[in-house]
């Protein structure tokens, strides 16, 4: 099964409005972590946000929010007042647990969903 | 600013060449990993090392290993690389393990075996 879902694949929008782009995830753990990562054309990774599962307040980091919903394993990025260069791929990723070693602790990824805003 | 490089951003090779992608961090971080992204899988990973010397397998290490001699350096070798292992490769590093600390990636490499 997996264990992380972005169930868009592509998604538009308007520049200076705002989008939620989805990501739902499974785990038995209480202790893990949400990560979201942005991959512009040029193939780097940038971490954005993260929200960790004992986390009260939902992050935010300038434009970037999580809306976190931990009885519904959501985790969706909100991104406000869209721009150009936020056209790219996002990924969201989770870690699990507070295993150590062992490939359990490592992050997961989902397939990612390419956002595209238009001018 | 932690700084992951890799040595190429583009690489094309042949069949049944051993190929080396070298990833180097800067911040002395203890976790250092390679993935491989293909259109509509996403992120996969093939090796990680938690220490020097140290390497354990990730979700897809046939055909691959690694080599970390030094903390800052992570190698990952193809044998003989075949066209089913052009890919893009991204290393990342992380201070520790736990659910806690986000990874950083370099550049990405990406590798065209003919």
């Known amino acids: 099964a997996q264990k992380i879902t972005q169930t868009q694949p592509g998604m538009f929008v308007q520049e200076k409005e705002a989008v939620t782009l989805d990501c739902t995830y499974d785990?038995?753990?209480?202790?893990?972590?949400l990560f979201w990562y942005k991959q512009p054309s040029s193939g780097e990774m940038i971490f954005l946000i993260y929200?960790?599962?004992?986390?009260?307040q939902n992050a935010t980091e300038g434009r970037y929010s999580l809306n976190f919903q931990k009885a519904r394993k959501s985790a969706n990025l909100v991104i406000s007042a869209s721009q150009l260069g936020d056209s790219a791929m996002y990924f969201c990723?989770?870690?699990?647990?507070?295993?150590?070693?062992?490939?359990?602790?490592?992050?997961?990824f989902g397939k990612g969903t390419k956002l595209s805003v238009k001018p | 600013d932690v700084k992951v490089t890799q040595s190429s951003r583009y690489l094309v090779k042949r069949t049944g060449e051993k190929v080396f992608l070298e990833c180097v961090q800067d911040?002395?971080?203890?976790?250092m990993f390679w993935y491989r992204q293909d259109p509509g899988l996403g992120l996969r990973l093939i090796y990680f090392?938690?220490?020097?010397?140290?390497?354990e397998k990730g979700d897809i290490p046939e055909g691959y290993s690694v080599s970390r001699e030094k903390k800052e350096r992570f190698s990952l070798i193809l044998e003989s690389a075949s066209t089913n292992q052009t890919s893009m490769y991204l290393c990342?590093?992380?201070?520790?393990?736990?659910?806690?600390?986000?990874?950083?990636f370099g550049p990405g490499t990406r590798l065209t075996v003919l």
């Open positions: 990342a590093s992380s201070l520790y393990q736990g659910p806690y600390n986000e990874q950083f």
């Open positions: 785990t038995s753990d209480q202790s893990y972590g």
């Open positions: 929200q960790g599962s004992y986390d009260e």
């Open positions: 990723a989770m870690r699990e647990g507070t295993r150590y070693g062992g490939s359990q602790g490592n992050l997961i």
């Open positions: 911040m002395d971080h203890e976790n």
């Open positions: 090392s938690y220490d020097v010397k140290m390497k």
